[in-house]
């Protein structure tokens, strides 16, 4: 039972070890900017109960207004963070929404409701510490049923 | 230090380092609407010969009715592309030539075993132009 103990007091100590040493191995977050003239939100129309959806759910990674609470400075969360934030705004980053042309807002409309509707977005990992972001179903069918409301009257050039 | 803030101590960095592992090795996952069919007869586009010589090459092996990637089948299948609703065919037409455009297919994982299959530069030109612009002539309002 000393024995065991042992082991497993070392290995704590090295985890601890481990974890402060690798609090110096830098990782770059993606910037962070509030003046987004092409953002979704503000181009597109949005009820303000819907934005907020939006906003709580998806804009941590898909747009340039990340929020980055203390945790996101701790090693190894940082490095995963900062690959997802990355890899987020690469598939869709709302803050160039209006940017886009219009075949590729339909596919990031489209898409958007896809992941929301399967649930496989919001990422889990970040529903940990964003309980905000924890979509009800009822939620989730008032941000696809807009969604695909907004494609269709674009589709049809409303 | 007791025996019980021990065991919590360990089973909490067990714990933590186990979600951080999955959380390392998960991806997003793709899309899963399922399609409609329209009843126009005329063909909404034509895959011009050059066109479809790259995605028969690189693309077709996965994307088609059938393929045993259920996934791949699901995202996109040359197949039904034809057949879907026009406003469904750009958004998979746009959906081409974005993955493309950002060499995102065929997977890294496929080609180390097909290297053959391997979009070549000028492959990733045709295929995206084509892509986008069939896209944009399928728009209702679109200006020839």
Same mark, same amino acid.
């Given at each position: ?57 998806? $804009? ?7 929020? $980055?609470?203390?945790?996101? $400075? ?8 900062? *690959?997802?934030?990355?890899?987020? *705004? ?69 | ?17 186990? #979600? ?114 069939? #896209? ?9």
């Amino acid at each position: 039972m000393a024995k065991k103990r042992r082991i497993l007091l070392k290995l704590l100590f090295w985890i601890l070890v481990l974890f402060v040493v690798i609090q110096f191995i830098p990782a770059k977050k993606p910037p962070v900017s509030e003046q987004n003239p092409n953002d979704f939100i503000r181009t597109a129309h949005f009820p303000d109960s819907v934005a907020v959806l939006f906003k709580n759910a998806c $804009y941590d990674c898909h747009s340039n207004q990340t929020v $980055y609470p203390w945790y996101t $400075y701790v090693a190894p969360v940082s490095w995963l963070i900062v *690959r997802d934030v990355k890899d987020g *705004r690469k598939h869709v980053n709302f803050s160039e929404w209006n940017s886009f042309k219009i075949t590729k807002k339909l596919k990031v409309l489209d898409k958007a409701a896809d992941e929301i509707k399967s649930g496989d977005m919001p990422f889990w990992p970040f529903l940990i510490m964003h309980p905000k972001a924890r979509l009800t179903k009822k939620e989730r069918k008032i941000m696809v049923e807009w969604l695909d409301n907004k494609g269709e009257k674009m589709f049809s050039g409303e | 230090m007791k025996k019980n803030t021990r065991n919590r101590i360990a089973t909490f960095v067990v714990v933590l380092s186990g #979600a951080l592992f999955l959380w390392a090795f998960t991806l997003p996952e793709g899309i899963t609407k399922t399609e409609k069919l329209t009843k126009d007869k005329k063909p909404a586009f034509v895959m011009p010969e050059n066109v479809n010589k790259v995605v028969m090459n690189s693309c077709y092996g996965c994307h088609n009715s059938k393929s045993k990637g259920e996934k791949s089948k699901k995202k996109l299948n040359f197949d039904k592309l034809p057949t879907l609703h026009h406003h469904k065919m750009v958004v998979k037409l746009q959906d081409i030539a974005d993955v493309v455009h950002d060499g995102d297919m065929p997977p890294k994982k496929f080609l180390v075993k097909h290297p053959e299959k391997a979009l070549t530069k000028s492959d990733k030109t045709l295929l995206q132009k084509w892509a986008s612009e069939t #896209a944009e002539s399928l728009m209702p309002h679109h200006q020839q």
